[in-house]
């Protein structure tokens, strides 16, 4: 059997197409590209410069400049960097994928590639032009050359053009594109500066834009052309710098420049990874919740993802888990997988990676915070807590980091923002008590005079007050913490959880036996509204309450979904009864069977409206409260 081999082959003018019209969602993306190409340019002349000094001849600088000719419908990006012969522009130019830049690392020695910050690699960020441009010239002196040459092409045709330029041509490479109809927004100053402030603000080199002036007459062009240059980007990223070169006033300075913010930051951290990975964060804790921290929680900013000190995207989504969605910061890498228009974070095991180091960061940042400044972190906490407690459902394996730093109001608390964190909850335990207790209301009032944690505060025992909405989705995964498991007081047996529940054993079998009449009444009076009616080890003060089941939900959770518009399941709770209390022994020995009805179902209703429950029938509650009242 004979076997054949083949090539590939691919219509260029359709490839180059593509490139141009399916391969960027935004056309703006045009100018990063074109400018990453001029940095590298710099950054190649740099570096063979080391070599031979000789290369920088009478232009000792390495700039970028961007000028717009309106009459001509023309933008000029023109870098001083190491240019092209005429057989490097028709070999990178000419052949589509061919990056330059990838060649040039890959000549480097191993050690040298780490110190060049060299953007391309995919050789395809120059056809970008033609995303606004109709015809593109390339004009370039390579350093060294006397001579100089232009390529010229216009989008559509399948053909390019390379003749000899003038002689006296700057070292360097100068992009001219003709610009569309269409795309006048591009000779726009403002909205230049605007693409180089958002992409380019912290490479390497300094990008020069005409400076503004004002006319001589504010009824003249209010801002007429200058022959003068001006700085438009910061040419430094200060990410990269060392710590101990930063001050606090440097980094606040930063934080309001990265997340658009008139305050000061809470706190940050700062930090390098080198080795099979390099990158660089700088995160941030805001002082104040960012006002869209609730607006979606799947369209996130704040995390602004740099490679190579070229701003790709914000990747808060990708880098960082929802419930740290209020951290905000930088991150560059060297080496993330990018899709070819560099707008698109690849998923890989380098993503899942960093993702893990910035999440481990983050909560070490807060962990610092929580115990070395009570204060911050109490700030914090009141503007971010809620955030935070998602980190219990959604990360298990940070749930016990997530848990330590959490605060709640507890029984012993003055108001609701007088809150404990659980490692000194269980530092003041009691002896004999096993659990870490918690109540979920609907509200700080609520759940400060629920009826359930009576027994418990009696004792002296203290309970968590989880009032605020997240916290009873939350609370389906509080299981255990620091050995010691978490109990929600409403829902469940409570009686062997709780300290001296043996020597009350005898009491409570009497105290069962005693109210047996009183429990059948009520079972027959309100039938399938409760599951069953039983009396009470919780209660001291208050006539019953609803308990649920273990894995129910609680009756305030249920009204909010049902009016949300959720289907909620039929679950009937158990009715606990205190038959101590003077409303229990009046039904008990009310002899009106029309009173005694109107007492069960009230007793029951009472006990919904504290469990935050909706009432079936308000209009007959009422009518019931007139009757007695009345009686």
């Known amino acids: 059997?004979?076997?054949?081999?083949?090539?590939?082959?691919?219509e260029v003018q359709q490839v180059l197409k593509l490139v141009i019209h399916s391969l960027y969602s935004h056309k703006e993306i045009f100018l990063r590209?074109?400018?990453?190409n001029a940095s590298d340019a710099c950054d190649k002349l740099r570096?063979?410069?080391?070599?031979?000094?000789?290369?920088?001849?009478?232009?000792?600088?390495?700039?970028?400049?961007?000028?717009?000719?309106?009459?001509?419908?023309?933008?000029s990006i023109r870098d001083s960097g190491i240019g092209m012969s005429r057989h490097e522009l028709i070999e990178n130019l000419g052949t589509v994928a061919r990056s330059g830049t990838r060649k040039f690392l890959e000549a480097l020695s191993e050690d040298k590639r780490g110190d060049a910050q060299l953007i391309g690699q995919f050789g395809v960020g120059f056809y970008a032009a033609f995303i606004v441009a109709d015809k593109v010239s390339v004009t370039s002196r390579r350093a060294g050359s006397d001579e100089a040459w232009t390529w010229t092409s216009a989008e559509g045709g399948n053909t390019f053009e390379v003749s000899s330029a003038a002689a006296d041509s700057p070292r360097g490479t100068t992009v001219t594109l003709h610009l569309r109809d269409d795309e006048s927004e591009f000779l726009d100053d403002w909205r230049l500066r605007s693409l180089v402030h958002r992409y380019s603000e912290h490479i390497g080199f300094p990008i020069h834009m005409r400076a503004e002036k004002k006319g001589d007459d504010e009824s003249d062009d209010a801002k007429a052309g200058s022959n003068e240059w001006e700085t438009v980007n910061q040419a430094s990223a200060l990410w990269t710098k060392p710590r101990n070169e930063l001050s606090d006033a440097d980094y606040q300075a930063f934080y309001q420049h990265v997340s658009h913010d008139f305050g000061e930051a809470l706190a940050w951290t700062h930090n390098r990874v080198e080795g099979n990975q390099n990158f660089t964060s700088l995160l941030y804790l805001p002082a104040k919740a960012p006002f869209d921290m609730f607006s979606g929680r799947d369209e996130r900013k704040g995390l602004k993802l740099y490679i190579k000190r070229v701003f790709i995207m914000d990747a808060s989504e990708q880098m960082l888990p929802n419930y740290l969605r209020?951290?905000?910061?930088?991150?560059?890498?060297?080496?993330?997988?990018?899709?070819?228009?560099?707008?698109?974070?690849?998923?890989?095991?380098?993503?899942?990676?960093?993702?893990?180091a910035l999440t481990k960061r983050t909560l070490d940042l807060l962990d610092r915070l929580a115990n070395e400044d009570k204060e911050?972190?109490?700030?914090?906490?009141?503007?971010?807590?809620?955030?935070?407690?998602e980190g219990v459902v959604e990360d298990n394996g940070n749930r016990e980091r997530i848990l330590k730093l959490a605060r709640f109001p507890s029984s012993l608390s003055q108001s609701a923002d007088d809150r404990v964190s659980l490692d000194a909850y269980i530092a003041r335990m009691q002896p004999e008590q096993k659990a870490i207790y918690y109540v979920t209301a609907d509200g700080w009032n609520a759940a400060r005079r629920s009826p359930q944690i009576e027994a418990l505060t009696q004792r002296g025992i203290e309970v968590l007050l989880l009032h605020e909405r997240v916290d009873e989705w939350m609370a389906g995964y509080l299981h255990e913490y620091d050995g010691k498991p978490l109990r929600n007081v409403a829902k469940g047996e409570?009686?062997?959880?709780?300290?001296?529940?043996?020597a009350d054993k005898g009491k409570a079998e009497q105290a069962d036996k005693d109210a047996a009449p009183l429990i059948e009444r009520l079972k027959h009076l309100l039938g399938d509204k409760v599951s069953g009616v039983k009396v009470s080890r919780r209660l001291v003060d208050s006539p019953a309450c609803l308990v649920t089941g273990e894995h129910d939900m609680a009756p305030h959770m249920q009204r909010l979904l049902a009016a949300a518009g959720h289907a909620m399941p039929q679950s009937a709770p158990t009715l606990e009864i205190n038959p101590?209390?003077?409303?229990?022994?009046?039904?008990?020995?009310?002899?009106?069977?029309?009173?005694?009805?109107?007492?069960?179902?009230?007793?029951?209703?009472?006990?919904?409206?504290?469990?935050?429950?909706?009432?079936d029938d308000a209009a007959g509650f009422v009518a019931r409260m007139n009757r007695l009242i009345g009686a």
Do not use: C
């Not at 590209?33 to 990453?36: F, I, K, N, P, Q």
């Not at 070819?340 to 095991?349: C, D, F, G, M």
């Not at 009106?592 to 409206?609: N, V, Y």
């Open 33 to 36: 590209e074109l400018v990453s």
């Open 326 to 356: 209020f951290v905000r910061g930088v991150v560059d890498s060297d080496d993330l997988p990018l899709n070819v228009s560099r707008e698109l974070l690849q998923s890989s095991r380098q993503v899942e990676r960093i993702r893990g």
């Open 47 to 75: 570096f063979e410069a080391l070599q031979n000094a000789d290369l920088y001849g009478d232009q000792p600088g390495l700039n970028i400049y961007l000028s717009a000719d309106k009459e001509a419908r023309t933008l």
């Open 580 to 615: 101590g209390h003077p409303l229990l022994q009046r039904l008990a020995n009310e002899a009106d069977t029309a009173k005694a009805d109107d007492l069960g179902w009230l007793l029951l209703e009472q006990a919904q409206l504290t469990a935050g429950a909706a009432l």
């Open 1 to 10: 059997m004979t076997t054949e081999t083949f090539s590939f082959q691919a």
């Open 376 to 389: 911050k972190y109490d700030s914090f906490w009141q503007q971010f807590g809620n955030v935070l407690k």
């Open 494 to 502: 409570l009686d062997a959880d709780l300290p001296s529940a043996e």
